[in-house]
């Protein structure tokens, strides 16, 4: 499905061999940083020394939206956003993508509750947890906990929460806690992205005039 998107913002597939169906090949244009998540942590740990400023963050999550926008104008759903699946370039360009590789990249982001599918659980809204819905507004609420991510260096969303106690945790509400020197606005708008009924989520578009407003605020005392 990724195949042929045109937008500065998605990884699409460049091109695919499938001349050995086992073990298919797939080819996507170059990420200097490589995978977000790892260079988010990267610089966390100190293993990086690139200065990464809340108005990158800012920005990379403007792009996301961006990103987001384009798949969802082609009616797709894509089911998985976070960090892991998306990349880096050398200018803090983000592409997001969902090559299926994240599963092995990144394990302890998945777990198989009730069934033999390995699933984002922590990233996922209580609709689809419950009732296996995906939709449009699922995507919004993955993007929620992808800015949580963003502003925490990737640190691990609901770390302490066992994943078969999920659903039950964001029944009564439980929801990420606001990081450490995180701006209010911007966990205001990962509240939103988190409210329980899925109409009551902000649509992509409003969140990106939210977030483009706060980045001009943010330029302005800079």
């Keep these: ?12 597939v460049l091109c695919v061999n499938t001349e050995n169906p086992t073990r298919p090949l797939l080819v996507f244009s170059y990420a200097s940083r490589g995978n977000l998540k790892r260079f988010l942590v990267n610089c966390r740990q100190r293993k990086d020394d690139t200065t990464v400023s809340t108005q990158i963050l800012v920005d990379m999550a403007i792009q996301i939206l961006l990103g987001l926008m384009y798949l969802h104008s082609k ?6 956003m976070a960090a892991r699946n998306a990349v880096v370039g050398e200018k803090f360009d983000i592409k997001i993508t969902d090559n299926c590789l994240s599963r092995d ?15 984002p659980i922590k990233w996922m809204a209580l609709e689809s947890l419950v009732y296996d819905q995906w939709t449009l507004q699922t995507d919004v609420w993955a993007f929620g ?6 502003t925490t260096m990737c640190q691990q969303p609901y770390a302490d929460i066992d994943p078969f106690e999920m659903s039950t945790h964001l029944r009564t509400g439980y929801r990420l806690g606001q990081p ?18 899925p109409t009551d989520r902000p649509q992509l578009n409003q969140l990106l005039a939210y977030l483009n407003e706060f980045y001009t605020a943010l330029c302005r005392f800079v």
């Design 1 to 12: 499905m990724m195949f042929g998107m045109d937008h500065k913002n998605v990884l699409s």
């Design 75 to 80: 009616n797709i759903c894509l089911k998985d």
């Design 105 to 119: 990249m990144f394990p302890n982001d998945y777990f198989c509750v009730g069934d033999k599918e390995s699933k």
């Design 145 to 150: 906990v992808t800015l949580w991510e963003l």
């Design 180 to 197: 450490l020197g995180c701006p209010d606005e911007l966990y205001s708008v990962m509240s939103y992205c988190w409210l329980q009924n």
